[in-house]
């Protein structure tokens, strides 16, 4: 624990001369102990801090803005995605909130983004809540003491939640905001409790830096198995990207955000930060016991007696969270590296429940849906959604990549042909017809089946057969999983009904490809 002196050059560099008392990297017990005598959260049954975030239960999409400087001017792919926000705007508000801050505590996170040392980016984060410190301390890389006598960031972040912005005044939509400026290295966010904005405002910034430096920095999981065969899953929030990649029979490198070099793939965080509603220790016992002391509960109901944890309320959102730190995981790769992938998941909840739950895609085919990001957004995971959603998420990300789509798309490409990695479509969410009250999300455990024999190429060894719509390439048989299962349309009593919808999906692709526009959730 380290408490710096008023006027600390630490935080007086970026505009808060006269904080009242500013705490740079506190043990994580001591950050719990913050976090409750401010009345910030409270201890669940299992250990966890438990907080809540107020209205804004999910990220906040149309409130994230980039700065229009002239050195990233001609470089970002403005739009409704990545919206630009003035110089001179950005000074005003910059401004209020640095004179907010005064005479208040502060919390202080250095460490790093990026397990690649030749990639490692240092960053620091200024919080005005305890909870929220504890949160970035445990997705981020966290320091050895030795780093931090040198820590110089080359991005800082400050969360103010309680600073709100005037919409007329400081331009933007309401009194949250997300504002990232490159050119001075800064990420200013308030009007929000979310914690994952602060996850998601530096995977921004990582996905604008590494393509600079020939690195593809990818929303995906990735683990690897006994025999080292790496897979990745791509994929937005609620698809499965961190239950698949948390399986006891593979070793996790990372949940969320990875980057792919001439080496390999790189974990950019030091924690995971999985979803929690309907949490069982049977369908996902890495994620329900990493559910202990030093992990945070966002937006989980808890019982205020008994402090027990209602796994299955929606009460405050179906996108309740749990952040912990990777070496919760068993058995997590401790470089956070890993070899070239085998293999390439892309993750779908498809809506419409026509999507076969795994298919095979050629060359052409995973270039196309990468760029098309079909899912469905889940209820939650972005301010004002409340049910299920078919949307097009370009790079199944797209609210956090800068550059232009097609920039990924290439480099994901040339990876691809390099390094023979296969690419298989997974629909992670229904089959069978959306009309039918009854039907139900993909099993898990086929789910699980169908991934791992695609790993160790069990899947080729019962054959494919196309799929007369989508064109994909479907599993005959999977071992594990029963035949019909593999035939979307088996999960439809009248094929007519099938038919059409997956000629009506198909069409959406199509629409889609002629006239893209993306929105996404994660």
Known sequence: MQTFPLNSPDVTAIGIPNARQVQRNLPVAVLVERAIERGEGLLSARGALACTTGKYTGRSPKDRFIVDEPTVHDRIDWGAINQPYPPEAFDRLYDRLMAYLQGRDLFVFDGFVGADPRYRVPVRIINEYAWHNLFVHQLFIRPEAKDLLAHNPQFTVVCAP??????????????????????????????????????KSIFSTLNYLLPLQGVLP?????????????????????????????????????????????????????????KAIRLRPEGEPLIWNAVKFGAVLENVVVDPESRAEDWDSAQLTENSRVAYPIHFVPDAVGSGMGGHPEVVFFLTADAYGVLPPISRLDRAQAEYHFLAGYTSKVAGTERGLTGTEATFSTLFGAPFFPLPAKTYAAMLGERL?????????????WCGDAADPARKRINLAYTRAMVNAAIDGDLDKGGFVKHPVFGVMVPKRCPGVPDKVLDPASAWPNPAAYERAAKELAARFEENRLNPGSSGAG
């Open 417 to 429: 042909d390099k390094y023979g990695s296969r690419v298989y479509l997974v629909n992670t969410g």
């Open 162 to 199: 309680g600073f709100l912005a005037d919409p007329q005044a400081d331009g933007t939509r309401s009194e949250a905001f997300v504002v990232i400026s490159f050119t001075h290295g800064v990420v200013i966010i308030g009007g929000t409790q979310y914690a994952g904005e602060m996850k």
């Open 218 to 274: 990818m929303h995906c999981s990735a683990n690897v198995g006994p025999d080292g065969k790496v897979a990745l899953y791509f994929g937005l929030s609620g698809t499965g990207k961190t239950t698949l990649s948390s399986d006891p029979g593979r070793r996790l490198i990372g949940d969320d955000e990875h980057g792919w070099t001439d080496a390999g793939v790189f974990n950019f965080e030091g924690g995971c930060y999985a």
